[in-house]
T-cell receptor
Framework: AQTVTQSQPEMSVQEAETVTLSCTYD???????LFWYKQPPSRQMILVIR??????QNATENRFSVNFQKAAKSFSLKISDSQLGDAAMYFC??????????FGQGTRLTINP | EADIYQTPRYLVIGTGKKITLECSQT?????MYWYQQDPGMELHLIHY???????EKGDLSSESTVSRIRTEHFPLTLESARPSHTSQYLC??????????????FGPGTRLTVL
């Protein structure tokens, strides 16, 4: 069975600083996809970034990047130059084949002005 | 933002009432999902559908039921609401096929309170 673990229930960072959110997972498959989703307060959940397991290069999307360590089954999200609009719940998620998406417990990120 | 809609956004209702939470998407996605999000904010899959006339129960047992008569529509029904049903309900949809296409698009959610 697939599992996703986010060990940081809450994180905070000063505006303009860099923060890293942790995620570890477990799967028996070698081909899978990992995602980070963002859920702002009272707003829709949106996809932040996606990583294909067969790609060694870490995905990046503007200020968001991941550190994908396949052997360690680790998938952390780095947010550079944090902005007030980055404040949200962040969910790490995993999917393999035609299976269902499995979410982590979430990390609440606070941005301090 | 994604073209997936949920109504109502907020609902406060008394115990024993029948309710239907609506979810519709205009993206032509075959796969649709219902999640329950508890106070600790963790997401639990309660129902999913891979296409018209296909419905399956998710990982978390739920007293709700769903139907999928049209591709774009995936309503969730509670025959008799109870205070334990108080939660946020999120609907999502995704393309069919392999995992790489399985980015899920989420609706804004319905926050249900049962008194």
């Amino acid at each position: 069975a697939q599992t996703v673990t986010q060990s940081q229930p809450e994180m905070s960072v000063q505006e303009a600083e860099t923060v890293t959110l942790s995620c570890t997972y477990d799967t028996s498959e070698s081909d899978y996809y990992l995602f980070w989703y963002k859920q702002p307060p009272s707003r829709q959940m949106i996809l932040v970034i996606r990583q294909e397991a067969y790609k060694q290069q870490n995905a990046t999307e503007n200020r968001f990047s991941v550190n994908f360590q396949k052997a360690a089954k680790s998938f952390s999200l780095k947010i550079s130059d944090s902005q007030l609009g980055d404040a949200a719940m962040y969910f790490c998620a995993l999917i393999q084949g035609a299976q269902k998406l499995v979410f982590g417990q979430g990390t609440r990120l606070t941005i301090n002005p | 933002e994604a073209d997936i809609y949920q109504t109502p956004r907020y609902l406060v209702i008394g115990t024993g009432k029948k309710i239907t939470l609506e979810c519709s998407q205009t993206m032509g996605h075959d796969k649709m999902y219902w999640y329950q999000q508890d106070p600790g904010m963790e997401l639990h899959l309660i129902h999913y559908s891979y296409g018209v006339n296909s419905t399956e129960k998710g990982d978390l047992s739920s007293e709700s039921t769903v139907s999928r008569i049209r591709t774009e529509h995936f309503p969730l029904t509670l025959e008799s609401a109870r205070p334990s049903h108080t939660s946020q309900y999120l609907c999502a949809s995704s393309l069919p096929g392999l995992a790489g296409n399985n980015e899920q698009f989420f609706g804004p959610g319905t926050r249900l309170t049962v008194l």
